[in-house]
């Protein structure tokens, strides 16, 4: 397959005339599900990828024309690998030498079309080697969740995924409730998003709270006990010396 990007070194003195946008001003996304979705996901593949040499990027254009501005896309969310950790304003495919690894595009009727079809012959022909469409409505996708990895060698093409798991993330990926759940292939541990790290933490600090009182409690039921030993020793030692009997 013959790729899409170009590189105009023949006109690399006007290069640094061109201007590459970092917004189009159009809504970041059609609905506060689609919204809440790819901000959820940013969220949770940043935590994840912490320490890594990787980014990940949210409505970002993505260039992959040097030379042409006008041949851009901005995935939902996409995933980079090799690259230096931390946001851009635009990512340029020629200057950091890595195309995205995974892409997912928060669809629904009304852009249906474009990212079967249009997006989808894109990222096949730029080498993203999983795309990943997510319906969180359900509304064209019934399994709300559906993946596409290259195969091939000479000529790669996208061949539906029939597994629920991201080889590339080392990542398992479910549809629950409107957003997309995470758990890691090497120990099923889930990726929690911010509502539940809230969750989660608040119950952590309810019971190291309750361990604290109880150890408090415990604390002081020790201190009256020692008290009370020691009570009982003076008598013992009272009653000894009155009764003339040696100190034990």
Do not use: C
């Amino acid at each position: 397959m013959t790729s899409v990007i170009l590189d105009s070194t023949a006109n690399r003195a006007t290069q640094t005339e061109i201007f590459y946008p970092s917004s189009d001003g159009e809504p970041l996304a059609e609905s506060y599900d689609h919204l809440y979705v790819i901000m959820t996901t940013l969220a949770m593949l940043l935590a994840h990828l912490r320490g890594q040499q990787a980014t990940v990027l949210a409505d970002q254009f993505l260039y992959y024309a040097q030379g042409f501005p006008r041949l851009r896309v901005a995935p939902d969310v996409m995933v980079i690998f090799n690259v230096e950790p931390g946001g851009r304003d635009n990512y340029k495919i020629w200057e950091e030498a890595q195309v995205p690894s995974v892409i997912f595009e928060m669809t629904s009727p009304g852009t249906r079309s474009r990212d079967d079809v249009e997006k989808k012959h894109l990222y096949e022909s730029l080498g993203v080697a999983e795309y990943w469409q997510f319906d969180p409505r359900g509304e064209w996708i019934p399994e709300k969740l559906r993946g596409y990895r290259l195969q091939g060698d000479k000529e790669p093409v996208y061949v539906q995924i029939t597994t629920d798991r991201s080889d590339v993330l080392q990542l398992r990926l479910v549809a629950e409730d409107k957003i997309i759940a995470f758990y890691r292939l090497d120990n099923g541990a889930k990726l929690l998003p911010l509502a539940e790290l809230n969750i989660a933490l608040e119950q952590q600090i309810a019971q190291t709270e309750a361990a604290s009182q109880r150890a408090d409690a415990a604390s002081q039921r020790a201190d009256a006990e020692s008290q009370r030993t020691r009570e009982l020793e003076a008598q013992i030692a009272e009653y000894r010396q009155q009764l003339g009997l040696p100190p034990n």
